[in-house]
């Protein structure tokens, strides 16, 4: 007799498009002298010898975007049953009139933002910079 029972491969967890960089992280994009992001369109991941080269400098995720599986409650930016990073970034950008073409991206399929929000998401993404904190100015010794 056939078995019956059919086994379902899960659904891919979503991606977060501002993630951190860490070996196996996708290399989303690269950020541009105006401050704007380069997406690009081919899935590239990330080893440790591009971990540790980029850490040298400014943090990395000043300097690119990188996307990893969405940790949900694992992330203080999980509000419960989203992100609230693009949830933000629209509310404070309520005219923010993207490109007229999506730009490229190598996850849009599996992105937190896009399954969320959609295009929308998209229009703002090339704005947006995981780390906006200033640099710690060194500590003189007394
Ligand atoms: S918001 Fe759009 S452009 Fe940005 S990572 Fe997600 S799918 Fe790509």
């Not at 659904?11 to 997406?39: F, K, N, Y």
């Not at 990073?85 to 991206?105: H, K, M, Q, S, T």
Request: net charge negative; aromatic share 4%; with cysteine.
């Amino acid at each position: 007799m056939e078995n019956s029972v059919h086994q379902t491969a899960s659904p891919p967890t979503p991606l977060c498009p501002s993630a951190r960089c860490e070996p196996g992280a996708i290399l989303l994009g690269v950020i541009q002298a105006d401050g704007s992001v380069a997406m690009l369109a081919q899935k590239q991941r990330v080893d440790e010898f591009f971990v540790k080269l980029a850490h040298e400098g400014r943090t990395p995720e000043k300097r690119f975007r990188f996307a990893d599986s969405c940790l949900k409650s694992g992330c203080q930016q999980w509000t419960g049953n989203r992100c609230g990073v693009i949830d933000r970034v629209l509310a404070d950008n309520p005219d923010y009139v993207g490109a007229a073409e999506l730009p490229a991206c190598s996850i849009r399929s599996d992105c937190r933002w896009h399954q969320q929000i959609g295009a929308q998401a998209c229009g703002v993404c090339p704005l947006i910079v995981t780390d906006l904190t200033e640099p710690v100015p060194p500590v003189c010794p007394a």
